[in-house]
């Protein structure tokens, strides 16, 4: 008896270190993830669990979002989540409205509407698709002729080790290489019952999102931006399947020091319940208070439409999560408050035709992009 409870003492404390000391070993790493099965954080604070790909989709058929862990785990370790990374987040009341309403005068919902035509046209956007890849060679294409009159900014694929890539456009800071501003959408798409092959045309989840950024860029580059800090706009891959990509370049970036003041997300923008009030919906969690109070006042400024704080999105529900987690501000305005978004995504049936979406909604949300990268950059 005495043994046994010794040993159970021992097994406690071990236990105990094992809680305090969750690392889950490098060639456990290697082999599952060699095995194909992948590394899944369902929720704050607990452990990550090893999941086959195919519990993996049952999980993403059932609603339930997750950080896909497995190729930033190991990458994760180097600095314990949410440090005091980011710079303070207090951000100054908007004072650009003489400057900014002749650009955000330029944003059109024709070029929106062409580019999302040819989003739309890939018979998906799958991260492990070709046509998923070929959607984000178009985006690249698009960015860079954009952008090619200037030498101050990089237009790049942003690899990984699927087959999509995510896409980073750079513009440098005049008087400042750091702190950056980021503003982000994914470009990729699925359809839930069948990934690989099946038809996901993605118009508003996040074609919306990617489009408002694209012309957002335009307008910038029409008006002879230059900010004084650093501004990025990225499309990011595979975030339908964990947020791999935000995370990849989130982790990144972190691990190389690189200083960011704020990231927003624009993750659907083009649909609202008809019959609803018109809002722009600001997500509740995972973002920071200071910045999001910046942003109702960017949207009272310079949006026709209203904020209104919507119910908590939830653990992992978008990219700015993964910001979120490595401690940058960030804020993510939603096209609708949840219930009366969009209820077609993820399926074939996620087109401009469905009643509700809405091109006078989405342009709304381009504003706020530029005002956002504008205000805190200039
Ligand atoms: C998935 O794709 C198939 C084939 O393109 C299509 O028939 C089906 O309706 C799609 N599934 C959903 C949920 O839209
Ligand atoms: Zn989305």
Not at 255 to 282: C, H, I, R, W
Not at 320 to 338: C, D, L, N, Q
Request: charged share 15%; glycine share 6%.
């Amino acid at each position: 008896m005495k043994f046994q409870s010794t040993l159970n003492l021992i097994l406690a404390a071990l236990a105990l270190v094992a809680n305090a000391v969750p690392i889950i070993p490098h060639d456990e790493i290697v082999v599952k993830s060699s095995q194909g099965l992948r590394l899944l954080s369902l929720a704050e604070g607990v452990d990550p669990v090893w999941k086959t790909e195919d519990e993996k989709l049952e999980l993403m058929r059932a609603g339930i979002n997750f950080f896909d862990v497995t190729e930033v785990y190991e990458l994760e370790q180097k600095f314990p989540p949410k440090s005091d990374f980011a710079i303070a987040a207090t951000f100054p009341a908007p004072s650009h409205q003489a400057e900014l309403a002749p650009i955000l005068s330029l944003v059109s919902i024709a070029n929106m509407q062409s580019y999302l035509n040819t989003l739309t046209a890939f018979n998906n956007r799958y991260y492990k698709a070709t046509t998923g890849a070929q959607a984000s060679t178009w985006i690249l294409n698009t960015v860079k002729s954009i952008t090619s009159s200037r030498s101050d900014i990089t237009a790049s694929l942003y690899t990984h080790s699927w087959t999509q890539s995510s896409i980073i456009v750079k513009i440098a800071g005049t008087t400042a290489s750091s702190p950056v501003t980021i503003v982000g959408a994914h470009m990729d798409s699925i359809n839930l019952s069948n990934p690989t092959s099946g038809r996901a045309p993605g118009a508003d989840d996040d074609g919306t999102g990617t489009v408002n950024l694209i012309e957002g860029l335009r307008v910038l580059v029409a008006a002879g931006f230059k900010p004084s800090t650093p501004v990025e706009f990225h499309w990011y891959a595979a975030e339908e399947v964990g947020l791999l990509g935000s995370q990849a370049i989130a982790t990144a970036y972190r691990n190389s020091g690189v200083q960011v003041k704020a990231f927003m997300e624009l993750d659907m923008s083009g649909y609202f319940k008809p019959g609803t009030q018109e809002v722009m919906a600001l997500q509740a969690d995972y973002i920071d208070q200071g910045l999001n109070t910046f942003l109702k006042s960017l949207i009272t400024a310079y949006s026709r439409i209203p904020w209104a704080m919507d119910i908590p999105c939830g653990y992992a529900c978008s990219d700015h999560a993964s910001w979120y987690k490595v401690g940058v501000p960030t804020v993510f305005p939603y096209e609708a408050i949840t219930g009366n978004d969009n209820p077609n995504v993820h399926s074939a049936a996620d087109t401009t035709s469905v009643t509700g979406f809405s091109w006078a909604h989405s342009l709304e949300f381009a504003k706020i992009g530029v005002a956002f990268v504008y205000e805190l950059s200039v």
